[in-house]
C-alpha cells in the first residue's frame, strides 16, 4: 500500500480484511481472484456465528457466498449484487476515519465536489460490487484523488447538475446537503416522487444514459401534472356531498396527480425512452438485456445446453456467448411450441 511517506505500511496484521481492503485500494484487478466470501461470511457475523445454530447460518451464507454451478446467471448476479453493496456498506463503517480524509481533500479542492458514478459495466460479482462501495466513497484514492476527475459523473434525475455543498458541515457534522431542484422538481416532490422512485434500475452506461434522458423529460412530466391538479380542482365540485365528506380537496388533487404522474414516468421510461437508454453502452450490455427477456426456466436451460456443447460456463459480458445463449433459448422454445 502507497502510503504519504517513503516507507512501507505493515497492515495485515490489523485485521484478517486489510489484506483485502489494501489490495482493493491499490487498484487490484485481481480481487475477484483471491476475495475469500466463506472468510468474509465468518468475519462478519463474528464470533457468535461459529458455534450451535448459527454455525449453520454461516454456512448457508458461505454457500450463498460461494459457487453456484449451473444456476441463472441473471438470478445469480442480482443476488451477488445485494450481498456485495450489504458486504461493502458494512465494511465503510470501519472506514469513518479513511472517508473522513476523503472529505478534507474535496473541501482542498484535490477531489471533485461532483458526485462520481463507480458503476461498471463489468460482469457483476460479490467481490466487484464490494470493490464498487469503496470506490463510491473515494477510499480506493486516498492516495489518488486527483483521479476522481476522469470518473463518470453520477447522473441526478431531479438536480442534474447536482454536486456537494456546505461541504465543512458535512465534515463537522456528518450532515449532507445537497443542492435543491427546480420548481418542477420540487413540484414531483411535493407530490411523493424522490430521487429513487425516478432513478434507472439498470446499472453503468445504461443507468447513467437513462437518468439523463428521464431528467430531459421532467418539465414535460410536471406540466403534464400541473394540468392533472387543476382538472382534479374542477372535477371535485361535481362530486357528492357524500364524497367531499369523506375526501378534502386537498386529498383529492394530491391522489388524483400522483397517479398522473405515476403513470407519465412509467409511459416515458417505457415509451418515450426505450431503447435509447442503451445508446452509450457496450455491445455486450445489449445483447445481455436481450438474454434477460427470457424467463428464469428458459435462461436456466439455455445455460445447460451451452455448457453441454462448450464444455464451460458463458461469459455474460461476451457477445459471442451471449448470442449463443439467446440462439438455445430460442431453439428450446421453438423445440417445445405447439405447431
Known amino acids: 500500500m502507497k502510503s504519504l511517506d517513503p516507507a512501507a505500511v505493515d497492515y495485515i496484521p ?9 489490495a482493493i ?6 480481487f475477484d481472484q483471491w476475495f475469500d466470501p466463506r472468510e468474509a461470511a465468518d468475519v462478519f457475523l463474528g464470533q457468535s456465528g461459529r458455534v450451535g445454530n448459527a454455525s449453520i447460518f454461516v454456512r448457508e451464507i458461505a454457500d450463498i457466498l460461494g459457487g453456484r454451478g449451473m444456476e441463472d446467471i441473471t438470478g445469480a448476479e442480482a443476488r451477488d449484487k445485494a450481498i456485495g453493496r450489504a458486504l461493502g456498506n458494512y465494511l465503510r463503517t470501519y472506514l469513518i476515519p479513511v472517508t473522513q480524509v476523503v472529505e478534507i481533500q474535496r473541501m482542498i479542492g484535490v477531489r471533485p465536489s461532483e458526485y462520481i458514478d463507480a458503476s461498471t459495466d463489468d460482469r457483476i460479482t460479490i467481490g466487484g460490487q464490494i470493490k464498487r462501495s469503496l470506490d463510491q466513497s473515494g477510499i480506493t484514492t486516498l492516495f489518488d484523488p486527483s483521479s476522481e476527475f476522469d470518473m463518470p459523473s453520477r447522473e441526478f434525475v431531479l438536480t442534474p447538475d447536482n454536486k456537494r455543498i456546505r461541504q465543512p458541515l458535512s465534515f463537522a457534522l456528518g450532515i449532507t446537503s445537497f443542492k435543491k431542484g427546480d420548481e418542477d422538481a420540487e413540484f414531483l416532490i411535493k407530490y411523493g416522487f424522490e430521487e429513487k422512485d425516478l432513478n434507472s434500475r439498470e446499472t453503468g452506461s445504461v443507468q447513467r444514459e437513462e437518468n439523463k434522458l428521464m431528467s430531459e ?3 414535460m412530466i410536471a406540466e403534464n401534472g400541473r394540468i392533472a391538479a387543476r382538472e382534479a380542482r374542477k372535477n371535485y365540485r361535481t362530486q357528492s356531498y357524500r364524497y367531499k365528506e369523506n375526501n378534502t380537496i386537498e386529498e383529492h388533487v394530491y391522489a388524483a396527480v400522483r397517479a398522473a404522474l405515476d403513470t407519465q414516468v412509467k409511459s416515458t421510461r417505457r415509451n418515450l425512452i426505450g431503447e435509447d437508454k442503451y445508446d452509450t453502452a457496450p455491445e455486450h450490455v445489449q445483447y445481455r438485456k436481450k438474454f434477460d427477456r427470457f424467463s428464469k426456466a428458459i435462461r436456466a436451460q439455455a445455460q445447460r445446453m451451452f455448457y453441454g456443447e462448450v464444455g464451460e460456463l458463458p461469459d455474460p459480458t461476451d457477445v459471442d456467448d451471449l448470442e449463443s445463449l439467446i440462439y438455445y433459448a430460442e431453439e428450446f422454445i421453438a423445440d417445445y411450441t405447439e405447431k
Open 14 to 22: 490489523q485485521t484478517r480484511l486489510m489484506k483485502e481492503v489494501g
Open 217 to 219: 423529460y421532467i418539465p
Open 25 to 30: 485500494g491499490e487498484g487490484d484487478s485481481t
